[in-house]
Every structure is written in structure tokens, then in C-alpha cells.
């Protein structure tokens, strides 16, 4: 069990990103769904190794932390020899299958190994990179996507996950500066944020996400694409799921693990579905 607790599998929702090609295309091809599917395998096992590998580099500022000291390495669950072979050994299995099933895949898995191995050495500790390099590991994620469908990325895409991406690592930090105010500071960059910054920061955030995503549904290729004018309808979850999220983060001050927010929020998890409900079906009746 402690073992399984390592792959932090939760965190495999984010991989979901892998599908946003073929749900924003409305493709639904069955070759290109099984190779997305493939991807997000491939994706999820190299995450589970930087996942292992962040924990060992951060066992220290882990066991300071009221959550996280209960990682298995954290709390000497699981011993350090262990985690490492299995960390080498899901990053060496996910390049190497990749690299058989599609080259553009492997290097994009790759280039987010390299990446976040940085980012967990060093990177993750100055302000504002950070959060970049986060918000790119969604990008990629996109890019794995992309790679095994051959489905071309619009920008608006690439943009909103962007944003998107740095608006829930914005409200990460924010957990994180909260945690130092009480006297309980876990990460070397802390010092480069504060609630001013962040609070400002992610209200901007919020406003180009929601702008961008408005852009997107009423953008002349989508149009055409899609044959609809009416995908604009769906911007109305899209609001409410990013002020459901603000109102967690700055009302209930509970924003450090957006994983398990979506997961346990109700609220948000409605949202979601109803986004994605409605955008189907005005798709599929618009056709």
C-alpha cells in the first residue's frame, strides 16, 4: 500500500490534459483514442518516477509539513533504496516504450523529464520559475496528446492550459505562504511570494483564462470547425468553475492540493461535467 502511495495515482487526473486534442477537435476516431490512451500510460508512469524523486530530494522540507510528513518516504514507510529502483525503473519503461510506439511522444516526454528532474533540484526553489515550469508540464502534456493523433494544436489551446495551469499553481503557493505566516515555512522560495502578490496575481489569471476560453468558442476557425456558433454557451461553467475555485482558495483558504479539490469539491466537480456535457452536445447536435 505504501508503496502504491509513492505513484501518487491521484495525480494522474492531470494527465487528462493528453485528451484535450481529440475533445477540442470533437474527433473520435478510435485509433486516435487508443493512442491518447496509450500516452497518458506512458505520461503517468514518468510522472510516478519525478513524483518519487521529488519526494526523496524533499524528505527534509516534507517532514516539516503537516500533510506531507505522511508520505511513505516522509515517514520512513517506504526506505530510499526502494523508491529510487522504482522510480528508474517506471522513467526508464515509460522512454523506452515510448520511443517504440512514437517518437515525437518520447521526446516530449523527454524534454518533461529533463524538465521537472531541474525543477526538483533547483528550479522549484526560485519564485515565479517555478510555477512556469509547472504550468509548461501542462503544456507538454498537451503535446503528448497532439503527438499520437497528429490533431493540430490551436493556440487557444496552448494558452488557456497555460493559464489555467498557473492560476491553480498560484493557489498552491498560496497554501504554502499561509503554512509560513504560521510559522511553518516548508519551501526556499517562499520568500519570493506573499499574499498581496499572489492574490493579485491569481485574480489576473482568472480574468485571461475566462477572456481566453470566451476568444476560443467564438474564433472563426472553431466556428468552422465545429460548425456551430453557440459553443460560447459553455463559457458560463467555465466562470463558475473559476469562481468556485477562487471563492476555495481566498473564502475557505484551502487551495494546496487542487488534485484532491477536484476530487472531494462537489460543487466543482458539477461544474466540470456540466462544461463538459454541454460542450458535447452542442457539438453533436450542431453536426
Do not use: C
Not at 528508474?88 to 516530449?108: C, E, G, K, P, Y
Not at 497554501?175 to 510559522?183: E, P, T
Not at 520568500?191 to 474564433?219: C, Q
Amino acid at each position: 500500500m505504501e508503496i502504491i502511495k509513492l505513484l501518487r495515482i491521484r495525480q494522474y487526473i492531470k494527465n487528462l490534459f493528453i485528451f484535450a486534442p481529440i475533445l477540442f477537435a470533437f474527433d473520435t476516431d478510435i485509433t486516435h483514442l487508443t493512442n491518447s490512451l496509450i500516452a497518458f500510460i506512458l505520461f503517468s508512469l514518468i510522472a510516478s518516477s519525478i513524483y518519487i524523486l521529488n519526494d526523496y530530494i524533499d524528505i527534509e522540507e516534507d517532514q516539516k509539513h503537516p500533510t506531507k510528513q505522511f508520505r511513505p518516504l516522509a515517514s520512513g514507510t517506504v526506505d530510499t533504496k526502494t523508491a529510487l529502483l522504482l522510480a528508474l525503473t517506471l522513467s526508464a519503461t515509460s522512454l523506452i516504450l515510448s520511443a517504440l510506439f512514437n517518437m515525437q511522444l518520447f521526446i516530449v516526454l523527454f524534454i518533461y523529464f529533463i524538465l521537472n528532474i531541474s525543477y526538483s533540484m533547483k528550479l522549484k526553489h526560485i519564485a515565479v520559475v517555478d510555477i512556469y515550469i509547472i504550468a509548461t508540464g501542462f503544456v507538454l502534456r498537451l503535446f503528448a496528446g497532439s503527438s499520437v493523433t497528429d490533431i493540430k494544436l490551436s493556440m487557444w489551446i496552448i494558452i488557456m492550459t497555460f493559464l489555467l495551469a498557473l492560476f491553480l499553481a498560484l493557489a498552491k503557493r498560496r497554501d504554502d505562504v499561509i503554512l509560513g505566516l504560521q510559522g511553518k515555512q516548508t519551501r526556499k522560495n517562499i520568500d519570493g511570494y506573499n499574499i498581496e502578490f499572489i492574490n493579485a496575481s491569481m485574480i489576473l489569471m482568472a480574468g485571461v483564462v475566462i477572456v481566453s476560453y470566451i476568444f476560443y468558442t467564438v474564433s472563426s476557425g472553431v466556428i468552422q470547425r465545429l460548425n456551430t456558433e453557440n459553443l460560447y454557451l459553455t463559457s458560463f461553467f467555465v466562470i463558475l468553475g473559476v469562481l468556485r475555485y477562487m471563492q476555495i482558495t481566498f473564502v475557505e483558504e484551502n487551495s494546496g492540493s487542487p488534485t484532491k479539490i477536484v476530487f472531494k469539491d462537489t460543487f466543482l466537480k458539477i461544474s466540470i461535467i456540466a462544461w463538459l456535457i454541454s460542450f458535447i452536445l452542442i457539438v453533436k447536435y450542431a453536426s
